[in-house]
C-alpha cells in the first residue's frame, strides 16, 4: 500500500509500504478518513537540526503520517475476540500506545506513561494510509450519528477543544476568548457556543475569522489590525473575560490570552512550541487566575466528546472545509500550510 511520508523542508511523499498485519493484540484498521492537524505542520516544516530530530529527510526511519485516523475493524490479531473487535466496527483511534499497565495507561491517559510512548502518525505508523494497525486497547467506537469525516477530527483537534474547555468548565456564566481559529479554535468557537458561552474568537486570518463567525462566535477580533486585549476588555466593560485558551503556540497570543482574563479568570494553553515571558505578579499572582495546561485528551474523554457532539447533534460536519485523496497529498499540505482553511481530511 501507499502512504504519506513527510521529509521535512516543506516535501512530502507518497511511499510503498508493505499491507500491515496485525500483530498480538492488534487490529487493522481499514481507514475511511484521516485528518490534518496543526502539529503535522512541524514535522512538514522542519529543517535542519528540527528535521534530523524528528527523523526526517533520510532513507530509513521515516513513518506514515497522520495522527486522526477514523475507519473500520478489517482484521484482528491473536489474542483479540469478536466481542472486542468486531470486524466491519466503526471505530476512531487513541493514537497514543504507552506500556498499557501504568495508571496513566490504566485510565486512557497513554500519552503522561512514564515508560515512553508512540505517536501514531509521529513516531509510528499513522493514517494517511488506506490501512493502520493498532492495539485493540486504543480503539474508541465511533457512534452511528456521526460521519468518518467528523470521526476523524474528533481523533485530535475537535477532541482536544473539548478537553480543554472541560479543563476551564466552560457554561453559559462565562464570555470564552479563543485564540487562533484553525481547526481547533473553531472547534472551540463552536462547542463553547453549545456549552453556552458568550465567544470572541481572535486570529490574523480573514478567512478564519469568517469561519468562526459560521461557527457562531458571538464577535471576531482581528490581531493584525487590533489590541485583542484592550478591544476584549472594552467588550467586557473592562472587565476581561472568564475564560481563555490559546490554540496557536504564539508568544503573543498567549500572553494576550492571559492578559484578557478577568481576575479570578480561567486559562487554557493549548497551541504548543515556544516560550514564553509572563510579568507573573501582574499578570497572574495578583488577578488569582488559574491557568492550565491542557495536553489533548484521554480515550475515556475523546468517547465523551463524540457523544456530546452525537447527542447535542452539533453540526461539526461544516468544519471540513476540503477533502483529498492520497495522492492529492502535496497540494493538501501546501494549501493547509496557509492556515486560512478549516479542517482538511484523506479519505483513501
Known sequence: MKGVVFLGNRKLELREFPDPTPGPGEVVLAIKASGMCGSDLHPYRAAGNAAASLGLGGTGGLVIAGHEPCGVVAARG??????????????????????????????????????????????????????????????????????????????????????????????????????????????????????????????????????????????????????PVATIRELTRGEGVEASMD???????????????????????????????????????????????????SSVGQEECARFIARRKIPLGKLITHRFGLEQADQAYRLFDTQTTGKGVFTP
Request: net charge neutral.
Open 78 to 227: 491473536p489474542g483479540v475476540s469478536a466481542e472486542e473487535a468486531p470486524t466491519g466496527q466503526r471505530v476512531m483511534n487513541h493514537h497514543y500506545k504507552g506500556c498499557g499497565l501504568c495508571g496513566h495507561c490504566r485510565t486512557g491517559w497513554s500519552q503522561l506513561c512514564r515508560s515512553g510512548i508512540v505517536v501514531y502518525g509521529m513516531t509510528g505508523h499513522g493514517g494517511h494510509a488506506p490501512h493502520m494497525t493498532v492495539p485493540a486497547r486504543t480503539l474508541v467506537p465511533l457512534p452511528d450519528e456521526l460521519s468518518f469525516e467528523e470521526g476523524a477530527a474528533i481523533s485530535c483537534g475537535t477532541g482536544t477543544a473539548y478537553g480543554a474547555l472541560k479543563r476551564l468548565s466552560v457554561s453559559g456564566r462565562d464570555t470564552l476568548a479563543v485564540f487562533g481559529q484553525g481547526p481547533v479554535g473553531l472547534s472551540a468557537t463552536l462547542l463553547g457556543r453549545v456549552m453556552g458561552a458568550r465567544v470572541i474568537a481572535v486570529d490574523t486570518a480573514p478567512e478564519r475569522l469568517k469561519l468562526a463567525t459560521d461557527f457562531g462566535a458571538d464577535v471576531i477580533v482581528n490581531a493584525k489590525s487590533t489590541d
Open 247 to 297: 490554540c496557536t503556540g504564539n508568544p503573543d497570543a498567549r500572553v494576550a490570552a492571559v492578559r484578557c482574563a478577568a481576575t479570578w479568570g480561567r486559562v487554557a494553553f493549548v497551541g504548543e512550541g515556544n516560550t514564553t515571558t509572563f510579568d507573573i505578579s501582574q499578570d497572574m499572582i495578583r488577578k488569582q487566575l488559574t491557568i492550565h495546561a491542557s495536553w489533548t485528551f
